[in-house]
DNA sequence: CTGAAAGCGCTAACAT
DNA sequence: ATGTTAGCGCTTTCAG
């Protein structure tokens, strides 16, 4: 910095003042400056202009390296923050890394606001974050004091699903749910109020799956020995849709043509050419915007009543839903 | 640092010994200063630390986020990096993020050394980071001065491939390659290689594959049009494997019964249950333990010829490969 | 083991 | 518009 104010044949002050564009600099002197810098290759050195800023103008995220969503999330959260004037810091959570560690591995580098893709922490524990600073959830469904949470409505996917069904004339629509899993108490209900409001409320059967193929494989067997007319099914997830359709299809049922199936999260699996499955995905880029905002909103000092912000999914048509036969 | 030293009734430099574990404090001060330090939740900032020391040590480093590969080599990279005594800046590629940003940022935190995740950069560029700091670029094949390259072993890849399937009593023995894709050239020579020491010199075909699952799908064709009595392939990857099953299934060839084959990646794709593909896996660990180990090696001074780290992938065998009928 | 003091590379308030 | 002067929170050297 020295060696750019000397070779600009300006003071260290003005290029301070430069590099923050900050009144106080006229255009040309700007101009010399940066001229200077970029003979030097300088470089503002990070760490530093943290050290010495009040505000650190940083955001800690936390992520599981794992999650092939949480990548699409952090993705959209670089954007997002860069348009809000922040910087992002990484932080993975993995088997040899717990999430308190990688919490705290963020806090050290005093990034003012935190935010969690799907933590696992319990609510105290982010409550007491939260008293610290703005802190933000992603994707995962909490009530603790001062979190914010930005979220999916899962219980929208799930209408979503039913009514694209529904628009195809389907009327024996089944969910496989997923159990006690994160979301699947709220696709449930979703599923449940999207066919009543559809007048088909004799026809709702939740049927018990999983997260898993196998959890997929084991529904589907169920429903062709128990509701052979059933002719649309929506299931918890992708995985749990590939081994229905796996099973259908092996049970000589034509998929989409005696029966149409629809999952959830828009997985890498949904695209594989010969999987082609109608989806529901989420909006990562939404999410981000966001979450985003709301820690950026608090840092700015807006108080908020603790609440959550929702996002609707969004219907993804493929190849395995189409009319059914009596239509 | 000024409170807990006054709560412990020691000096701030004590503190800062205590914290560095550098020697010149005994073990019960040290005690003591951990103890109010912990009454107090204190913790060292971390930009201070860094911006006062020589070294900061810390390793940058740059990967996809949509690279699930990438995830597990982060993973290793944390372990490893830990277990040298560094500290690891992540810094993600993304559509709005391009490498040289990512690389900057990275530079910016002053990092020591960088390990870059299959980049993009031209040999030329890799050379230019390599002058300034310690450089190892994974999953990738380059020859750049200066630079060291962690990566698997593509041609041995094929060569367990191959041994695999002659070992189950094959010997028509048909690779799908992936044409200019990075990693295609060797598995190729790895199969022909393999083909020649098993002796079966004249039953060595390399058919025009590719990435996707359709690559696999007209390859598939192809070899059943051309070559009907191939009973085993080894696919590009894992993809291209699925797109082949899929193929060869519907033309009614069982597999593994009639029809054996072997992907490659050991991807998400590969472990579903219907698919159950017999694959060829790398070793994110070895392979993050290496590049580590590397990097600070450099770091300590040791010089090298710029030369590669080969690490052999291993065998995962599933249910896509079995005995040919003719055995 | 302590205490003082300089410095890391910036920011930011203040004076010119 | 430009220069001066303290810090930011720690490391590190050095004499006690």
Same mark, same amino acid.
């Given at each position: 910095?020295?060696?750019?104010?000397?070779?600009?044949?300006?003071?260290?002050?003005?290029?301070?003042?430069?590099?923050?564009?900050?009144?106080?600099?006229?255009?040309?002197?700007?101009?010399?400056?940066?001229?200077?810098?970029?003979?030097?290759?300088?470089?503002?050195?990070?760490?530093?202009?943290?050290?010495?800023?009040?505000?650190?103008?940083?955001?800690?995220?936390?992520?599981?390296?794992?999650?092939?969503?949480?990548?699409?999330?952090?993705?959209?959260?670089y954007a997002a923050a860069d348009l809000a004037g922040?910087?992002?810091?990484?932080?993975?959570?993995?088997?040899?890394?717990?999430?308190?560690?990688?919490?705290?591995?963020?806090?050290?580098?005093?990034?003012?606001?935190?935010?969690?893709?799907?933590?696992?922490?319990?609510?105290?524990?982010?409550?007491?974050?939260?008293?610290?600073?703005?802190?933000?959830?992603?994707?995962?469904?909490?009530?603790?004091?001062?979190?914010?949470?930005?979220?999916?409505?899962?219980?929208?996917?799930?209408?979503?699903?039913?009514?694209?069904?529904?628009?195809?004339?389907?009327?024996?629509?089944?969910?496989?749910?997923?159990?006690? +899993?994160?979301?699947?108490?709220?696709?449930?209900?979703?599923?449940?109020?999207?066919?009543?409001? +559809?007048?088909?409320?004799?026809?709702?059967?939740?049927?018990?799956?999983?997260?898993?193929?196998?959890?997929?494989?084991?529904?589907?067997?169920?429903?062709?020995?128990?509701?052979?007319?059933?002719?649309?099914?929506?299931?918890?997830?992708?995985?749990?849709?590939?081994?229905?359709?796996?099973?259908?299809?092996?049970?000589?049922?034509?998929?989409?043509?005696?029966?149409?199936?629809?999952?959830?999260?828009?997985?890498?699996?949904?695209?594989?050419?010969?999987?082609?499955?109608?989806?529901?995905?989420?909006?990562?880029?939404?999410?981000?915007?966001?979450?985003?905002?709301?820690?950026?909103?608090?840092?700015?000092?807006?108080?908020?009543?603790?609440?959550?912000?929702?996002?609707?999914?969004?219907?993804?048509?493929?190849?395995?839903?189409?009319?059914?036969?009596?239509?």
């Amino acid at each position: 910095m020295e060696d750019v104010a000397a070779k600009a044949g300006v003071s260290r002050a003005l290029v301070s003042i430069v590099y923050r564009d900050a009144p106080g600099a006229s255009d040309t002197t700007r101009a010399r400056v940066l001229e200077a810098a970029a003979e030097l290759d300088y470089r503002p050195d990070h760490r530093a202009r943290l050290l010495g800023r009040q505000r650190t103008k940083l955001l800690g995220v936390v992520y599981g390296v794992r999650h092939a969503f949480h990548g699409d999330l952090v993705e959209a959260l670089y954007a997002a923050a860069d348009l809000a004037g922040y910087d992002v810091a990484l932080s993975a959570v993995a088997p040899t890394r717990d999430e308190p560690r990688a919490i705290q591995a963020l806090l050290d580098y005093r990034c003012e606001g935190l935010i969690l893709l799907g933590p696992d922490q319990r609510a105290k524990a982010l409550a007491e974050l939260a008293a610290a600073m703005p802190t933000v959830v992603v994707a995962r469904k909490v009530t603790a004091d001062g979190v914010d949470v930005v979220r999916s409505d899962d219980s929208d996917g799930l209408r979503q699903a039913v009514e694209h069904l529904v628009s195809l004339g389907h009327r024996r629509i089944v969910h496989v749910d997923g159990g006690r +899993a994160p979301g699947a108490a709220e696709r449930r209900v979703g599923y449940k109020t999207a066919m009543r409001r +559809a007048g088909m409320s004799e026809h709702i059967w939740v049927v018990g799956g999983g997260l898993t193929e196998d959890d997929g494989v084991a529904a589907a067997k169920r429903i062709l020995r128990e509701a052979p007319r059933t002719t649309a099914v929506a299931a918890f997830n992708d995985k749990c849709a590939i081994g229905m359709l796996d099973t259908l299809r092996k049970a000589g049922r034509d998929v989409p043509g005696e029966m149409s199936v629809v999952g959830y999260d828009d997985s890498n699996l949904a695209g594989l050419s010969h999987v082609d499955l109608t989806t529901i995905g989420q909006d990562p880029k939404r999410l981000a915007e966001l979450a985003v905002g709301r820690a950026v909103a608090r840092l700015d000092g807006d108080v908020f009543a603790d609440d959550e912000l929702v996002v609707p999914p969004s219907l993804v048509v493929r190849g395995t839903t189409a009319a059914p036969k009596e239509a």
